[in-house]
T-cell receptor, first 114, second 114 residues
Framework: GAGVSQTPSNKVTEKGKYVELRCDPI?????LYWYRQSLGQGPEFLIY????????DSGLPNDRFFAVRPEGSVSTLKIQRTERGDSAMYLC????????????FGQGTRLTVV | AQKITQTQPGMFVQEKEAVTLDCTYD???????LFWYKQPSSGEMIFLIYQGSYDQQNATEGRYSLNFQKARKSANLVISASQLGDSAMYFCAMRPLTGNQFYFGTGTSLTVIP
């Protein structure tokens, strides 16, 4: 596809369950970012991949959150033992390298933990 | 530390008037890029305009222009001839050369009044 694709668009899960959120970036984009956005707030950085490796995972809130990008393209954000406070919009973005390259965002996955 | 500050939680503007959305930033990186994004109620993040830290001229893109004052570390977005479709959240972001990730402000909600 032409843009960043995120699936599912909506996910409702019970507290304590495990969830996976998928991001398919724009082909050729080496940089991939995950953000979390609560209502009325700005995107909060979670993790940044350069190629297959996590270049910066300092934004992951705790060890329940984990993300992978095994082949340098598709990425999966994994949340274990979900809590109600994890409810938010999870945004994925991809970019080429270089200061002038903007981040292209997907439509996001709305996660609701009940 | 990298930080983006948007001090206007909400702004109102009359249709066809111009409006300025404020953004200040803090970084120790000598090279960085500044970006503005629009997020309508549909949730997608739309890239608007880019300004490089070494660019000599203020960026312009159609009705959008950036008032870049490097010494003050400010990068205010100016929207001219506001339209009803401009009603949205607006986010300022910075991408330093070191680290390569995007840092976002908390956003400004703009409402265009007919």
């Amino acid at each position: 596809g032409a843009g960043v694709s995120q699936t599912p668009s909506n996910k409702v899960t019970e507290k304590g369950k495990y969830v996976e959120l998928r991001c398919d970036p724009i082909s050729g984009h080496t940089a991939l970012y995950w953000y979390r956005q609560s209502l009325g707030q700005g995107p909060e950085f979670l993790i940044y991949f350069q190629g297959t490796g996590a270049a910066d995972d300092s934004g992951l809130p705790n060890d329940r959150f984990f993300a992978v990008r095994p082949e340098g393209s598709v990425s999966t954000l994994k949340i274990q033992r979900t809590e109600r406070g994890d409810s938010a919009m999870y945004l994925c973005a991809s970019s080429t390298d270089g200061l002038r390259s903007e981040a292209f965002f997907g439509q996001g996955t709305r996660l609701t933990v009940v | 530390a990298q930080k983006i500050t948007q001090t206007q939680p909400g702004m109102f503007v009359q249709e066809k008037e111009a409006v300025t959305l404020d953004c200040t930033y803090d970084t120790s990186d000598p090279s960085y890029g500044l970006f503005w994004y629009k997020q309508p109620s549909s949730g997608e993040m739309i890239f608007l305009i880019y300004q490089g830290s070494y660019d000599q001229q203020n960026a312009t893109e159609g009705r959008y222009s950036l008032n870049f004052q490097k010494a003050r570390k400010s990068a205010n977005l100016v929207i001219s001839a506001s339209q009803l479709g401009d009603s949205a959240m607006y986010f300022c972001a910075m991408r330093p050369l070191t680290g390569n990730q995007f840092y976002f402000g908390t956003g400004t909600s703009l409402t265009v009044i007919p």
